[in-house]
């Protein structure tokens, strides 16, 4: 995926400040191999002309529940990252207003302000909108020059959806949009941010002890053997490594709902 460095530095999400849940979410699934493989496959693809950029994002959106656009010109650019609507609550979702429920203006595309991306993904157009407190996913079903309606489907954290939906609605009115729902606390994101340094490291072939030495504390490359199989460091860096493994083959999901 993007070019290797040191799995001591702090991994390149960490310098984001507008960093959500889904960010953090792609960083996982970029160290899977599996998906690692496929998205390769999907970008040698698009560059011999066999199948368009956002067909292809959308069968790995499909497969993996969050993807890289792939896009040869922008690959492993986080910022343009997309996650299926049904498991990222804070995703927005337009559709055709139905009669009879008031009037509602058609979608003026210069009120959305900094479009980051427009791409075709299945039946829905899909909008990433640039903000300086954390980008906004936006699906739309249907034609543009129609009024719109917002949905918010009744499942997995309806309270995210609506804060989502407010955000936009802000956005529309010229007012800033303000934080996103589902950003971690900075407790959580320091965690998750070091749980992707326990998994470049162990790529790179660090030992659980050259892995607690650099990420929990130094103290440890001076224990003898018998103090490291005792020690609390070893306990907890393999803990970190059963929870980043995890994470990276299918746990991201939770991460994607705000979990």
């Known amino acids: 995926m993007p070019p290797e460095k040191d799995w001591r530095a702090p991994p390149d999400e960490a310098g984001d400040e507008a960093l959500q849940y889904c960010d953090i979410a792609i960083g996982y699934v970029s160290r899977n191999s599996r998906y690692h493989l496929d998205y390769r496959r999907a970008l040698d693809r698009v560059r011999r002309g066999v199948i368009s950029a956002d067909a292809a994002t959308a069968g790995l959106v499909q497969r993996w529940g969050v993807s890289y656009h792939a896009a040869p010109t922008s690959a492993f650019d986080r910022k343009l990252a997309v996650a299926r609507p049904d498991l990222a609550p804070d995703s927005i979702i337009l559709a055709p207003c139905l009669d ?21 993904i299945g039946d829905f157009l899909h909008f990433i909108l640039a903000d300086t407190e954390g980008d906004e996913h936006v699906w739309v079903a249907g034609a543009l020059d129609v009024p719109m309606a917002m949905m918010v489907p009744v499942g997995i954290n309806p309270l995210a959806r609506l804060a989502a939906a407010e955000r936009l609605c802000r956005r529309l009115s010229g007012m800033a949009s303000g934080p996103p729902a589902l950003r971690p606390p900075p407790f959580r994101r320091e965690h998750l941010l070091t749980l992707l340094q326990v998994l470049d490291g162990q790529r790179a072939g660090a030992t659980q002890r050259e892995l607690a030495a650099s990420l929990i504390h130094r103290r440890v490359r001076r224990y003898t053997t018998a103090e490291w199989v005792e020690s609390p460091e070893r306990k ?21 709902r705000g979990d």
């Open 100 to 120: 009879g429920i008031g009037a509602a203006p058609r979608l003026d595309m210069a009120m959305l302000g900094a479009v980051r991306a427009r791409m075709k």
């Open 236 to 256: 907890r860096i393999r803990r970190w490594l059963k929870e980043a493994v995890e994470l990276r083959d299918g746990g991201y999901i939770r991460l994607l």
